[in-house]
């Protein structure tokens, strides 16, 4: 039953009346450690707003069970994953990207080789599953396992913003992955 909740399309888009996102100024420090990883040299580990690691989990895992602002699929919203491979300085590059490869539209791509708003391949989509099983059974246990499985199956263009999002991150890997969006190249980065 979660796992179709997770991947059921919203009917509504987002109102007019909810609260604009406010990008983060300064980097999030989970448990007094970076949630940067080492080698964004833009980035201060030791600055930033402090939250627990367990509220960023909380608040992950409903987006990963399908909360309202994960399944707006349509515009560009700062990232709803911010774990291990989340750099905040680099949302500006995620934009570019996101704005490059499907105008920010989370659905792109029904039909086509690439989809979702980074453009994923199908062969891309599958293979980052696997990449983010092991820190999302640490952090949302089972559940999480198998929302990660049914994903492996599931076109990008189906998967919520959050579990978008988070295979941006763990694709771009400090930007070790930038070699997928090479027309981004000069452009983006």
């Not at 949630?35 to 580990?45: F, K, Q, R, T, Y």
């Not at 198998?146 to 400090?174: C, G, H, K, S």
Request: charge should be neutral.
């Amino acid at each position: 039953m979660a796992v179709a909740l997770a991947l059921a399309f919203p009917t509504t888009s987002a109102f007019a009346a909810d609260p604009i996102p406010v990008t983060p100024t300064e980097p999030v420090v989970v448990d007094g450690e970076a949630a940067i990883p080492v080698g964004d040299e833009i980035n201060n580990p030791s600055a930033g707003a402090k939250i627990s690691r367990q509220v960023r989990v909380q608040a992950e895992t409903a987006h990963a069970f399908g909360s309202p602002e994960s399944t707006d699929r349509i515009g560009f919203e700062i990232s709803l994953y911010q774990g291990k491979w989340y750099m905040p300085n680099r949302e500006g590059v995620r934009k570019c990207i996101s704005k490059m490869e499907s105008h920010h539209h989370y659905k792109a791509g029904s039909g086509g080789y690439y989809r979702g708003a980074y453009q994923f391949s199908k062969s891309l989509t599958r293979g980052v599953t696997w990449m983010m099983q092991p820190e999302v059974k640490n952090e949302m246990g089972d559940s999480g396992v198998d929302l990660v499985q049914a994903l492996r199956t599931t076109p990008m263009n189906e998967w919520n913003r959050y579990w978008q999002d988070r295979a941006f991150w763990t694709i771009w890997n400090n930007g070790k992955g930038k070699s997928h969006w090479g027309a981004g190249n000069g452009l983006c980065f």
